[in-house]
């Protein structure tokens, strides 16, 4: 017998389709909003109501905006001829955070993933050779994240665009600061030998 409320259930099927959400944690997420004083939880699914109105891809480099255009794509100070190509909008988020970067996005929408039946074609890898053309771009960074998946994306769109008069760089990555070398994977540790700084 099935104790589950159809409505709790319907809660629980919707968030389980989201990526990276398995039945367990949409359970957590249906429950903890259950225990919500009443007024919070609405005011949660009005923000979300809202979001999903009012949010949406900036035409130029696809980050969410909830203007046409978003504010990195409309300022006239940035530097255009750079380009910093990432999986999600929330990767520029953290990178436009460190106020060390003044140069544009391109947002891919994820990454390659075979067995998720990603390829290519779901990825705005397009809409990217498009803006080096037309903006005249002479660096492409790439700031995939450094997992296999991030690196074959970025193997990938490298290929399509190696001929093109740019540099192309990708972000160091290797060991994080204040981290304990015995605690860092074998991946970790192979690209921060291959990323060592020569000091002077």
Do not use: W
């Not at 255009?69 to 953290?94: G, K, L, P």
């Not at 970067?101 to 947002?107: K, P």
Request: aromatic share 6%; proline share 4%; net charge negative.
């Amino acid at each position: 017998m099935n104790l589950v409320p159809d409505s709790i259930q319907q809660v629980i099927s919707e968030i389980s389709r989201l990526p990276g959400y398995g039945e367990k944690t949409a359970q957590r997420l249906a429950v903890n909003l259950l225990k919500m004083p009443k007024g919070e939880a609405v005011d949660l699914v009005r923000h979300l109501a809202l979001m999903l109105d009012k949010v949406h891809l900036c035409r130029e480099c696809g980050i969410f905006t909830e203007k046409e255009i978003c504010d990195v794509c409309s300022d006239e100070s940035r530097d255009r001829s750079v380009i910093c190509v990432v999986e999600e909008s929330f990767d520029a988020f953290m990178i436009e955070n460190t106020d060390k970067y003044n140069g544009l996005y391109h947002v891919l929408g994820g990454r390659l993933s075979p067995l998720e039946g990603i390829g290519p074609e779901k990825l705005n890898i397009k809409s990217l050779i498009d803006r080096i053309k037309k903006l005249n771009v002479k660096e492409i960074i790439f700031a995939t994240n450094p997992t296999v998946e991030g690196e074959a994306t970025a193997n990938y769109i490298h290929n399509l665009i190696k001929n093109y008069p740019i540099t192309i760089s990708r972000l160091a990555y290797g060991l994080p600061f204040g981290g304990i070398l015995e605690n860092a994977d074998d991946f970790t540790l192979a690209k921060a030998l291959e990323n060592k700084q020569i000091l002077k």
